[in-house]
């Protein structure tokens, strides 16, 4: 019994742990726009960002439910499953944020949970129709939805404010993104925070610490708002330039088009129960907004190195999981070669974090990317702006002057 209490007391170490790199690594998704225009200074923005995530975290339990109770099967996992899931979960969050990558850490923890199952009692632990329907489809579907919306509410807003005053406008969409901003935080404690509460329940249901079918203890809702909330207000400022500089430029419109759209498609997601990417869905608004003012653009490659990570996350976690897993199979120095595994490999991605040090100083500046094929084409066959040139001026005299400067001479010759 005091070896379960002690595998139990790391799963839900490991499980907070958890939540707090989801705190920095998703902080992005409510704030990025907001720092990236302007409208917050990035520590300002930060903090108020992880209140408004502790705040949310007690609105709801149904993503919670969705985990604990839905996605596998509780007769089947025991807390040393729930471990490895975890470490899969920690090392992908911990690899994306290093590269600067916006990856989904619900879809890592989604991945390293069914990994670690499958290795544990095989493919019939996993319930596939919850898999398919509250995870997959709304993985396809939010950045969908939320892009869509957020390009129609840029060219609405644009459109309705062409004859606003330009400096009041300015400062109205400042406003209204700080607004929305908070709303996204508030939606990412509902839905996020939910995940690791899931987790640490299940866990407690399979340790015998808690009946079946049990929602989250009010102990563990706590911990779990506090973790997260720490986690966003120390700031993944990688992920933050990625985000709000590298992804499109935004203007204040732009901004608070996407964050609305964006919360609003997480906040109906927490309700139906859908353990939804608030990545995703934030991504795929930012990217709408950029669409939506004329003139904007998305910086495709950066998009297609996001798109990529986001599909690799359910295997590559779901891959560190199962082999976690296999390795505590092995009794409890199982259990301690992977826990020194994680500690290692943390510590060795944040002494790579450290030869490039992005913070809130710097956090805006961000290389311009190369201009495309298609962008280089462009610029080559547009016709050159109406009006007399600086250089057409420049050369009119000097050739004028020519003949000024040989009258002397042909006159002195004559004479």
């Given at each position: 019994m005091e070896s379960f209490s002690l595998i139990l007391a790391i799963v839900v170490v490991t499980a907070l742990a958890f939540d707090f790199t989801n705190g920095f690594h998703d902080t992005a998704n409510a704030m990025a726009t907001t720092i990236s225009t302007g409208a917050m200074r990035p520590k300002i923005a930060v903090a108020m960002s992880a209140v408004l995530n502790l705040v949310g975290a007690f609105l709801s339990v149904e993503v919670a439910n969705t985990i604990s109770k839905g996605l596998v099967d509780e007769g089947g996992i025991r807390p040393e499953v729930i471990f490895a899931a975890l470490v899969g979960a920690i090392l992908w969050n911990l690899l994306t944020w290093l590269v600067g990558l916006p990856s989904s850490s619900s879809h890592a923890l989604m991945g390293g949970l069914?990994?670690?199952?499958?290795?544990?009692?095989?493919?019939g632990a996993v319930h596939g129709d919850v898999l398919v329907t509250k995870v997959l489809i709304p993985a396809i579907a939010a950045p969908l939805v939320a892009g869509i919306a957020a390009l129609l509410a840029t060219r609405l807003t644009y459109s309705l404010g062409k004859?606003?005053?330009?400096?009041?406008?300015?400062?109205?969409?400042?406003?209204?993104?700080?607004?929305?901003?908070?709303l996204v935080s508030l939606a990412h404690g509902t839905n996020d925070a939910q995940k690791?509460?899931?987790?640490?329940?299940?866990?407690?249901?399979?340790?015998?610490?808690v009946a079946p079918d049990s929602d989250?203890?009010?102990?563990?809702?706590?911990?779990?708002?506090?973790?997260i909330?720490?986690?966003?207000y120390l700031g993944g400022w990688r992920i933050i330039r990625t985000m709000g500089k590298g992804l499109t430029d935004l203007q204040p419109q732009q901004g608070f088009a996407a964050q609305t759209s964006a919360a609003t498609v997480i906040l109906a997601s927490s309700h139906l129960g859908f353990s939804l990417s608030t990545t995703h869905?934030?991504?795929?608004?930012?990217?709408?907004?950029?669409?939506?003012?004329?003139?904007?653009?998305?910086?495709?490659?950066t998009a297609t190195r996001m798109f990529v990570a986001w599909g690799l996350t359910l295997?590559?976690?779901?891959?560190?999981?199962a082999l976690a897993e296999y390795v505590t199979g092995f009794g409890n120095w199982g259990t301690a070669v992977v826990a020194i595994f994680l500690i290692a490999s943390s510590a060795v991605i944040w002494k790579l974090s450290r030869r490039e040090v992005v913070d809130h100083t710097n956090v805006n500046e961000v290389e311009e990317e190369p201009a495309g094929v298609v962008t280089t084409a462009i610029a080559a066959v547009t016709p050159p702006p109406a009006g007399p040139s600086e250089e057409l001026a420049a050369t009119i005299p000097?050739?004028?002057?020519?003949?000024a400067d040989r009258k002397p001479s042909t006159t002195t010759t004559t004479v």
């Open positions: 069914i990994g670690a199952t499958i290795a544990s009692a095989g493919v004859k606003a005053d330009g400096n009041a406008s300015k400062k109205g969409y400042r406003a209204g993104q700080i607004a929305s901003a908070g690791t509460m899931g987790v640490i329940t299940l866990a407690l249901v399979a340790g015998g610490a989250p203890p009010m102990w563990v809702i706590l911990s779990a708002g506090l973790a909330a720490l986690g966003t869905s934030v991504s795929g608004a930012v990217m709408g907004a950029g669409l939506g003012r004329k003139g904007g653009v998305v910086r495709w490659s295997p590559a976690a779901a891959l560190v999981g000097a050739q004028a002057q020519a003949p």
